[in-house]
């Protein structure tokens, strides 16, 4: 607030002359300023020293400071937290956030952020592999890869799945797994290295329980991205399918328009049913009832074209129509069993962050792909700004930190879920992160460090 001090309430008018001013509607200017993103501080504390035994005695550095750092560390944990994100999620490497810190005049070495980040990875991984074996009893699982590079990547020798034999494998992967657990919490998990989808999932359902009952898998029609370890129920992606329409519409424009709009009441009744926040019996009925006709009826459709010969198979529409035909069993299975998604869609969105910077950042080695692994499922699927907290924000992403901790993640999870019933609605992913080996459970709320987050729109 910015006193006036030229005049006060009561004076005389300095432009009449006559009436009296009054105090009304403050002025208001929003200034947004530019600084560097991390701003060091110096703390310095008083010191007092015995004169016969020489012993030393400190004032304790305020709580703030402690909950962002131990009074031997340096670089705070939010720092760490924003090296990590600048490297692994905006695609800025080691040397530019050096470059940079350095013209805003706080300088930082490259070496020091790599050796920052890594401790943020540290950190993550016990969390991660606590994520991996929860992930192994869910639910249902969204799958699906996608293309990358790792430049010192080199072919190896891999046993072929079902086989015995082995083959020299080559294409650089990311897998990405959503995986619902039986509360319908989400698990995001991501792996990039030579190797598909298949067999992402099948090393995370080699430590499913014998009990558990068979998941649900909703992926692409491709044959490497199913599993062979255990039996699942296997549903197809209805928008690969609505895909091999809508890249030939230029040339079928009519019949192409035709299964779109008939595709479009599908997507239509799937958004009713979240809506109205159906059950997934209610919901299955539901599909059964709008949604089962509707594909019936694209198939008869395909089917008659080709019985008519006015499509042609190998032409554009008719490759889309066989795909399909071909997959119309799994394309269907939302109208035949309970919890069958519709699409694919999430997972694909989740894939498009990790990856996006492919073709202008490639990370060297694969080390560097496991490191902005665990980074990203930090922060998916919110995107974490460290600097500030709103606790009371529902999107909000707690992380506590978990620097030389003997506290097990298997054993704060649940406790933190409970503690923070009303701020955890929209948590999917949760890391754990204790910053102190003193830290008990009974002062945990005091020692949580909320971060402010965006949902993804992705």
């Known amino acids: 607030m910015h006193p006036l001090t030229e005049m006060n309430k009561g004076d005389t008018c300095v432009e009449c002359l006559t009436g009296k001013v009054y105090k009304t ?31 030393y005695f ?3 550095l305020p709580e703030d400071v402690l909950t962002d750092g131990t009074s031997a560390q340096k670089y705070g944990y939010s720092a760490r937290s924003l090296m990590a994100i600048y490297k692994y999620f905006a695609g800025l490497p080691f040397y530019r956030q050096s470059s940079i810190q350095k013209l805003l005049g706080v300088k930082i070495t490259a ?8 401790l943020v990875c540290n950190d993550i991984y016990p969390v991660y592999q606590l994520l991996f074996n929860l992930a192994s009893d869910a639910k249902h699982y969204y799958l699906d890869d996608t293309t990358n590079r790792i430049l010192d990547a080199k072919p190896i020798e891999k046993k072929a799945r079902n086989s015995d034999k082995t083959r020299t494998r080559t294409g650089v992967y990311t897998s990405g797994v959503i995986a619902t657990l039986t509360d319908n919490r989400d698990i995001v998990l991501f792996e990039t290295n030579i190797g598909h989808a298949g067999e992402f999932i099948d090393s995370i359902l080699h430590k499913r329980s014998q009990s558990c009952a068979k998941p649900l898998i909703m992926s692409d029609a491709l044959a490497s991205n199913r599993p ?60 059964q009832q709008h949604s089962m006709p509707i594909m019936q009826e694209i198939k008869l459709w395909g089917e008659t074209h080709f019985a008519n010969e006015t499509v042609e198979e190998n032409s554009g529409l008719g490759k889309a129509i066989r795909y399909f035909i071909k997959h119309y069993v799994g394309l269907s299975h939302f109208c035949n069993t ?70 097990q993640p298997q054993i704060i999870l649940p406790r933190l879920l409970v503690s923070f ?17 003193a830290t008990e459970l009974s002062r945990l709320n005091q020692r949580l460090i909320a971060t402010s987050a965006l949902r993804l729109c992705a």
């Open 338 to 407: 309970e919890g069958v998604k519709i699409d694919n869609n999430r997972i694909e969105a989740m894939l498009k962050i990790i990856v996006r910077d492919r073709n202008y950042v490639h990370l060297p080695i694969m080390l560097s792909w496991k490191c902005k692994a665990l980074v990203i499922q930090g922060f998916t699927p919110v995107v974490v700004h460290i600097i500030t907290s709103y606790p009371s924000r529902p999107e909000c992403l707690l992380m506590v930190h978990m620097s030389d901790s003997g506290l």
């Open 25 to 55: 509607e403050p002025g208001s200017l929003l200034r947004i300023t530019g600084q560097s993103p991390f701003k060091p501080e110096q703390h310095v504390t008083e010191r007092l020293r015995c004169n016969t035994c020489g012993a």
């Open 228 to 287: 062979t370890v255990r039996e699942a129920i296997t549903s197809l992606c209805n928008s690969h399918a609505r895909r091999q329409f809508v890249d030939v519409i230029n040339h079928f424009p009519e019949e192409v328009e035709h299964v779109l709009n008939r595709y479009g009441e599908i997507w239509g009744n799937d958004d009713y049913t979240k809506e109205e926040k159906l059950t997934p019996s209610a919901r299955l009925i539901y599909h």
């Open 421 to 437: 019933p009303g701020r955890l609605p929209c948590i999917d992913v949760l890391f754990l992160l204790f910053h102190d080996q």
């Open 58 to 60: 400190t004032a304790p």
């Open 111 to 118: 070496s020091t952020v790599f050796d920052q980040v890594e």
